[in-house]
């Protein structure tokens, strides 16, 4: 190896480790919170908080004043801590299970008490598999509508993808395609929409929509989380339709094809991955809003309303609420993912 | 009707309405649903709820609010640190993946998931990291930084000086926008064409007087797309900062109209106090956006491509 | 197969743009036609005319005996190889040239065949199944002309087709071109602004300056006879050389002369000035016809500028009145820069222009 390549690798090297820092520095929120939402609600409250999840608990049974006693295994203290003296069952099952969050049955507890009792020892241990969605699991059912929730917040965004999809992107093909008087103000005019504070919108719509019948309804939400997307749609697309040149539609056109088939078949399939990620920002726009659904939202809140409660609410337990906001972001960070090749695409205009 | 409908400058009338009928979707939508509220609110703002008659008493309480002067400072600093932070936060990690080393598609990716983190759930992994019992104290006394027993309030506390909060909320918005700002500007960086650079490196450049002398000057309208856009949201912080410190702790401009909307309803001050808020809030933001678009020459040249 | 016919057309772009005014053309059953001429001349907007792509200002076009001025693309039956070709980069080739017959709603054999075929006439046949982003610019053009043919057009449009490619595959798709036009006999109307695609190519060629024909003819009487001195400057390489010169009558000959020279006009040239009523003119010489002479014969001398040998033929450049001229010579004898020179002009071939209308003064068989 010469010196040459030597350096050349090291310089490499040292600028894997200065991206990887930068990554692990970014996301190291992410992975707390990913880890928050896999804890125990015992973990969850301790100091110093564990840097991972536990993949299982380990237990120790004894004789306690009450009854039996029920000791778990401290990783930060690297002893046992005392945790319960009962002589009901069911209420170490349960302790177990949702304080602990782990894994298990009345007939494994038994059978557990039943070597304590025959072995004739002071105590015996024990391990179980720790549940690592308990907490899911109870965000889900102890939430107060939290599926439902999630299936209208799907609704929402997929209404709100459509309305801008389709009224903003009409607009931006004009923008691209069309020379016409008032233009540029026109085109500046759809960004002044997003100088007027949301949430001030949203307190007059709570009686607009009442009139229309869609207070509390996904619609009414929907519709004005459009508001929102309309204007950063149109430019989007506008970016996109003037990235594809008029010569393949013109192509169409003297081929045989009608406008509207020229579209249909050359325009927009090469405007789809820049379409796509365009629907990421409506997507994102509205599955992340809370504010406006909380004021226009009663009895059928959205999921992030949900979450929102979570976190400042009477329930609020930071693991619950880990969950809460992993569950939520998990949808959007998917749908990112499958995005990413084309987010590029939506502010350039892109090359065919 | 018939001769007209058939007639050639009837036809040729029509197509140049075209583009005026596609448009025209947009235009009702938004006269439904962003007109009419905000006629609403402007015909709110400039009433008098007792008599129903003109007034411009909303705005004077507005003013009167012990709380509006803090709440507009807080918001122009948060508005001038965080945008320019984030500004050349987003441009320096833009650069770096514009360099299309390898697997930086799967960096991007993975860089850009703040941007697709909901509000609520960035503000449950902040609280949960920022409380002293959180996992940020717990990572420093893992790394041995924090003895055993020692935490920082990071968020509380009565020594929580504003400048704290401030610093705190700035770093954690900057956080969750940063990737949103990087990819409009990265776009731009990908439509410059290589030669353009190559031939300031040709002619003697090195990699910052290349940059500030080539690069940004080709970006500058796409630099001014990014900052607008950011321009006009970050005025309009709040739900961060209430979903961490809560109401009234670090007063901004949007935080009081959710606040006297939500926080004390029912009373006739509540909703002067919003509207008055609302209608002041927007006249900043199309001031200060117009501002930037001004100094930043957007009115002097236009481009078609963002 | 049929006629174009281009009468009055017009088109203006908003209230002062004109890109094509007032233009009567007639394209014949199966010509080669082409449209030539500097840039922003107006010929893209003529061809997109007739395409249907750009809407009539005023005047009328018409196919055969059909009017389609007002007609939108599709119904024209027209077809058309686009400057940037236009291939649909989401379509594999196949489907780039099936779709217009799909178009045309034929049958899915029928379509088979033809694609089948006109790619076999354009060797693309093996390419069928590639996506035009894995080829070559040659490749897509050769593309975009199958695609054109296979739909059996009336008129057959090209922009600048070959402009995106070097220049030995301009050459080249040149004569492959002409080729397929002898097979498939389709009026094709062909835009450049490359003189020498053009006459290599052309049945006829149109020469258009500023939305207005300068000249229309075979590509040898648009250099032969050119109309004007737009034409004869545009037309060649490298261009007419032209002279100032005057008008004397001395020893009973016409003769034309100019500070440097003094010319004795032939009997012929002497009879188509004799109709001249002005006395200044200018005299354009092609390259060609600039002689090497001896210096007994000269009608000047002069040091030579600079040579640029060709390998068949050199051209060398001497200064004029401030101008540079170009003669293109023999390579024998060889003759350097800095060389005396002797040069007389070829008057069988010499051009004669009117300063003030820059028109050719007419010759009588040619009025
Ligand atoms: N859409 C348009 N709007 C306004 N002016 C136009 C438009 N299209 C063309 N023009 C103008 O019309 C004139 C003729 O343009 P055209 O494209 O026909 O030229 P051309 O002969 O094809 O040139 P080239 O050889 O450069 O392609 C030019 O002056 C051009 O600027
Ligand atoms: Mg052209």
């Known amino acids: 190896m010469t010196s040459k390549s030597i350096n050349k690798a090291a310089r490499k090297t040292i600028f894997y480790l200065f991206v990887t820092t930068l990554l692990v520095g970014i996301l190291l929120p992410v992975y707390f919170l990913v880890t928050l939402s896999f804890l125990s609600t015992r973990e969850a409250y301790q100091f110093p908080l564990p840097m991972t999840p536990a993949l299982k608990t380990d237990l120790k049974l004894g004789y306690g004043e009450r009854g039996y006693l029920l000791s778990v295994w401290e990783r930060s203290e690297d002893d046992y801590a005392t945790v319960l003296d009962t002589n009901d069952l069911d209420k170490m099952r349960v302790y177990i299970q949702s304080i602990l969050g782990t894994k298990i049955t009345d007939e494994e507890l038994a059978e557990q008490i039943a070597r304590l009792e025959s072995s004739g020892e002071e105590e015996v241990f024990f391990t179980q598999p720790r549940n690592l969605l308990y907490n899911y699991e109870t965000f889900f059912r102890v939430t107060r509508d939290a599926v439902p929730a999630l299936m209208r917040s799907i609704q929402i965004a997929l209404i709100t993808i459509v309305i801008s999809l389709v009224i903003g992107g009409m607009a931006g093909y004009a923008f691209a395609r069309y020379l016409f008087r008032g233009r540029d103000a026109l085109k500046f005019s759809v960004l002044f929409v997003r100088m007027f504070p949301g949430v001030a919108i949203a307190i007059p719509m709570v009686l607009i929509l009442a009139n229309m019948g869609l207070y509390d309804q996904p619609m009414g939400l929907a519709l004005i989380y459009s508001v929102g997307s309309i204007g950063l749609t149109v430019w989007i697309t506008a970016s996109i339709f003037l990235g594809i040149p008029v010569s393949m539609e013109e192509a169409a056109q003297v081929f045989g094809a009608t406008k509207l088939q020229s579209f249909v078949r050359i325009t927009l399939p090469l405007a789809f991955p820049g379409l796509a990620a365009a629907a990421m920002y409506a997507f994102l726009g509205a599955w992340n809003e809370t504010v406006a659904a909380i004021i226009l939202t009663q009895f059928n809140p959205t999921f992030s309303v949900v979450v929102y409660q979570t976190l400042l609410g009477a329930t609020g337990q930071v693991n619950l609420a880990a969950a809460g906001g992993i569950a939520m972001a998990v949808p959007a960070v998917f749908f990112t993912f499958f995005i990413r090749k084309y987010i590029n695409q939506m502010w350039g205009g892109m090359r065919v | 009707m018939v001769n007209v409908l058939h007639s050639k400058s009837f036809k040729r009338r029509q197509k140049k309405i075209v583009p005026y009928l596609l448009i025209l979707p947009v235009v009702i939508y938004y006269i439904f649903f962003w007109v009419r509220p905000v006629i609403n609110v402007l015909v709110g703002s400039f009433t008098d709820i007792n008599t129903g008659g003109f007034t411009l008493g909303n705005f004077a309480m507005v003013f009167q609010d012990p709380t509006f002067w803090p709440a507009f400072w807080n918001t122009a600093i948060i508005v001038v640190v965080s945008v320019t932070l984030e500004f050349f936060a987003a441009l320096a990690l833009a650069l770096l993946i514009n360099r299309k080393f390898w697997g930086s598609s799967y960096f991007l990716f993975l860089v850009i998931i703040p941007m697709a983190l909901p509000a609520v759930a960035a503000a449950a992994m902040w609280q949960t990291g920022l409380t002293p019992h959180g996992w940020l104290n717990s990572l420093l006394f893992h790394l041995g930084i924090l003895d055993e027993g020692q935490k920082i309030f990071w968020l509380g506390g009565y020594d929580a000086t504003k400048a704290r909060l401030l610093a705190i909320i700035i770093l954690v918005d900057a956080w969750t926008v940063i990737p949103s700002v990087m990819i409009i500007l990265l776009a731009g960086l990908q439509n410059i064409p290589k030669e353009a650079e190559e031939a300031g490196y040709v002619f003697g450049g090195n990699y910052f007087t290349v940059l500030r002398k080539i690069t940004i000057p080709m970006l500058s309208s796409t630099i001014q797309t990014a900052v607008i856009l950011r321009l006009i949201s970050a005025i309009q912080i709040w739900l961060i900062i209430v979903l961490l410190l809560g109401f009234g702790r670090l007063p901004v401009l949007v935080e009081r109209i959710v606040y006297y909307h939500e926080e004390v309803p029912g009373l006739d001050i509540s909703y002067q106090m919003a509207t008055g808020y609302t209608v002041i809030v927007s006249i900043l933001v199309s001031i200060a956006a117009f501002f930037y678009l001004y100094v930043s020459g957007a009115f002097k040249h236009r481009e078609d491509a963002v | ?367």
């Open chain 3, 1 to 367: 197969m049929a006629e174009v016919y281009l009468n009055h057309l017009t088109k203006r772009f908003g209230k002062n743009v004109v890109a094509v005014n007032d233009l009567n053309l007639q394209v014949h059953d199966r010509e080669f036609l082409v449209l030539l001429g500097p840039s922003g001349c107006g010929k893209t907007t003529t061809m997109r005319m007739i395409a249907g792509l750009e809407e009539v200002t005023e005047g009328t076009i018409f196919l055969g005996d059909r009017e389609i001025t007002d007609l939108p693309p599709r119904k024209r039956n027209v077809s058309m190889v686009f400057q940037n070709y236009a291939v649909w980069p989401h379509m594999t080739v196949y489907d780039n040239i099936a779709y217009p017959l799909r178009l045309k709603k034929m049958s899915k054999q029928e379509i088979d065949k033809i694609v089948k075929d006109v790619a076999e006439m354009t060797s693309i046949g093996e390419l069928l199944d590639r996506y035009p982003t894995q080829l070559s610019g040659g490749q897509q053009q050769r593309v975009a002309v199958t695609r054109a043919i296979a739909v059996y057009p009336e008129v057959f449009l090209m922009d600048e087709p070959l402009s995106n490619l070097d220049a030995k595959l301009r050459v080249a798709m040149r004569t492959e071109l002409k080729a397929i036009h002898a097979k498939t006999e389709a009026t094709t109307i062909f835009v450049t602004h490359d003189q020498s695609e053009a006459m290599s190519v052309a049945d006829r060629i149109v020469i258009m300056r500023e939305g207005e024909i300068e000249q229309m003819g075979t590509p040898e009487e648009v250099y032969d006879n050119s109309a004007n001195m737009f034409v004869a400057d545009f037309i060649g390489t490298p261009p007419t050389n032209f002279f100032d010169g005057e008008i004397r009558r001395a020893n009973g000959t016409l003769h034309v002369v100019n500070p440097r020279f003094d010319m004795a006009l032939s009997p012929e040239n002497a009879a188509l000035l004799q109709a001249y009523g002005k006395r200044d003119l200018v005299i354009g010489v092609r390259p060609e016809n600039i002689l090497l002479v001896d210096e007994a014969d000269a009608l000047l001398s002069t040091d030579v500028l600079v040579v640029e040998p060709q390998g068949s033929h050199q051209v060398i450049s001497f200064e004029f009145a401030n101008k540079i001229v170009k003669i293109v010579a023999p390579t024998h004898p060889p003759v350097s820069a800095g060389d005396r020179i002797h040069i007389d002009f070829n008057q069988r071939s010499l051009h004669f222009f009117d300063p003030q209308t820059t028109q050719a003064i007419d010759r009588p068989e040619s009025g």
